[in-house]
């Protein structure tokens, strides 16, 4: 699993996609999760656009895309429950999975370890 530094953990899967989700820390952070708008399954995004909208009982917040790709799956539970972010987050909290153009770019995040040091 990898992290980046808007909190978002990647999960490589067996089948070449990578799930994302946000993080425990970040989840907490955000407070009470209210509403969840993911991307739609066939978006082409790159890496850097803004493609989830988070509204907690704090603030909103945007999710971008860690990866150029397709989204192939969205966790679309979410859309009637989005407290399982703060419930699980790193488990039935998942956002979405998406096919990289290039695995690569997974190397530009952190392991578990440079994210504990970061939140730290």
């Known amino acids: ?4 530094e808007e909190h978002e953990w990647l999960l ?7 799930t994302v989700g946000i993080t425990e820390h970040a989840a907490t952070q955000l407070g009470d999760i209210v509403f969840v708008e993911l991307p739609e399954e066939g978006d082409t995004v ?4 803004e ?8 603030a909103a917040s945007d999710i971008v895309a860690p990866l150029d790709g397709e989204i192939v799956e969205v966790n679309d539970a979410l859309a009637d429950d989005p407290g399982k972010v703060n419930e699980d987050p790193v488990g039935d909290g998942w956002f979405f999975k998406i096919k990289p153009e290039d695995p690569s ?5 952190m392991d578990e370890a440079g ?5 730290g």
């Open 46 to 49: 790159a890496k850097g656009d």
């Open 12 to 18: 490589p899967e067996s089948d070449g996609t990578v």
């Open 51 to 58: 493609i989830v909208v988070i509204e907690s009982v704090k």
């Open 1 to 4: 699993m990898k992290y980046t």
């Open 105 to 109: 770019q997974m190397d530009d995040y």
């Open 115 to 119: 994210y504990k040091d970061m939140i």
